[in-house]
């Protein structure tokens, strides 16, 4: 079955940090442009970071700058997320996807969802004292 798996969300303290990961199953997420987004309660989606499949370009939303970081494990067919230093408006359930018509970029983060092959199942993230 061709899909994204995540998986490491779970509920911190401010200025803590956690790491999603998100793994690929039947296909090999090096082949595309990966992104994570995240949807808090009433807001709309909103794009974090974006990696080309060659992990040349990395794009940054400006509101995660400094403090996420997007890598990949081709050996193990997974990338990840590391968020530090997370405030409670980061609060939110986490999407990793993958495209191979949405080029990374700033503009990745606003195609419509069939530009994505790939979407997880997506992760709950609760910062919260």
């Known amino acids: 079955q061709l899909r994204l798996v995540e998986s490491g969300g779970g509920s911190v303290q401010p200025g803590g940090s956690l790491k999603l990961s998100c793994t690929g199953s039947?296909?090999?997420?090096?082949?595309?442009?990966i992104g994570w987004f995240r949807q808090a309660p009433g807001k709309e989606r909103e794009g974090l970071t974006c990696i080309s499949p060659s992990g040349k370009t990395i794009n940054y939303r400006d509101h995660v700058k400094g403090r996420f970081t997007i890598s990949r494990d081709g050996a193990k067919n997974t990338f990840y997320l590391q968020m530090n230093n997370l405030q409670d408006w980061d609060t939110a359930v986490y999407y990793c996807?993958?495209?191979?018509?949405?080029?990374?970029?700033?503009?990745?983060?606003?195609?419509?969802?069939?530009?994505?092959?790939?979407w997880g199942q997506g992760i709950q993230v609760t910062v919260s004292s």
């Open positions: 039947g296909f090999t997420v090096a082949n595309y442009n």
């Open positions: 996807t993958a495209s191979s018509s949405r080029y990374c970029s700033g503009t990745y983060y606003y195609g419509d969802d069939l530009e994505y092959n790939f």
